[in-house]
């Protein structure tokens, strides 16, 4: 079974950066998209940024000009560096692939922004 592995979560403090890495644990073929969410407490599951297969990108407004999502040299890896962290960016970061005819989820990594 397929399942996308996160990483790069932790504590940051204010003003400072990150980067998550996500990967499929086996692939055969290219996602049409992989995207980043993030989960805030007791608050739905919002896009952060996604990259598709053509590499075209969209940002949430309040991550746009401090972030970069970008996909990695192996199939099915994507990126996402964030700058500039505030504590309002702490929440639980979730990976997500979409190849069409299903779609799948990380197990979520937590960012901690805190001095």
């Known amino acids: 079974q397929v399942q996308l592995v996160e990483s790069g979560g932790g504590l940051v403090h204010p003003g400072g950066s990150l980067r998550l890495s996500c990967a499929a644990s086996?692939?055969?073929?290219?996602?049409?998209?992989m995207a980043w969410y993030r989960q805030f407490p007791g608050k739905q599951r919002d896009l952060v940024a996604s990259?598709?297969?053509?590499?075209?990108?969209n940002y949430a407004d309040s991550v746009r000009g401090r972030s970069a999502i970008s996909s990695g040299d192996a199939l099915n890896t994507v990126h996402l560096e964030m700058n500039s962290l505030k504590p309002e960016d702490t929440a639980v970061y979730y990976c997500?692939?979409?190849?069409?005819?299903?779609?799948?989820w990380g197990q979520g990594t937590q960012v901690t922004v805190s001095s």
């Open positions: 997500y692939a979409d190849w069409g005819v299903y779609n799948l």
């Open positions: 086996r692939s055969v073929y290219r996602a049409k998209a």
């Open positions: 990259i598709t297969s053509d590499g075209a990108t």
